[in-house]
Nanobody, 122 residues
Framework: QVQLVESGGGLVQAGGSLRLSCVAS????????MGWFRQAPGKEREFVAA????????HYADSVKGRFTISRDNAKNTVYLQMNSLKPEDTAVYYC???????????????WGQGTQVTVSS
């Protein structure tokens, strides 16, 4: 059983930056692909970014390409999401997730964190 704990959320002005972290425990982190998802009030959970277990392959939602960067440090059991040029529409609860396979589909992820709130003011 893998446990995931996100941190790094907060309130930031439009154009600002935040870095989210997600620390994993209870499993072999390097065996899992990791994803970031977000859910805004009244909306479905949506894919943001994902990274292969080795870090060599990343996928991004079109809405965040060029602004967000996903990375991982397997020695620290941690995956990061660097978010730059933030927009008010990026406001959401951000979740990290783990799965054996690299996928952009939320339902295919086996393990989820509790989420961290990101609020971008205009």
């Amino acid at each position: 059983q893998v446990q995931l704990v996100e941190s790094g959320g907060g309130l930031v002005q439009a154009g600002g930056s935040l870095r989210l972290s997600c620390v994993a425990s209870g499993g072999t982190f390097s065996r899992y692909a990791m994803g970031w998802f977000r859910q805004a009030p009244g909306k479905e959970r949506e894919f943001v970014a994902a990274i292969r277990w080795s870090g060599g392959i990343m996928h991004y939602a079109d809405s965040v390409k060029g602004r967000f960067t996903i990375s991982r440090d397997n020695a620290k059991n941690t995956v990061y999401l660097q978010m730059n040029s933030l927009k008010p529409e990026d406001t959401a609860v951000y979740y990290c997730a783990a799965d054996r396979s690299l996928t952009t589909i939320p339902d295919e992820y086996d393990y989820w964190g509790q989420g961290t709130q990101v609020t971008v003011s205009s």
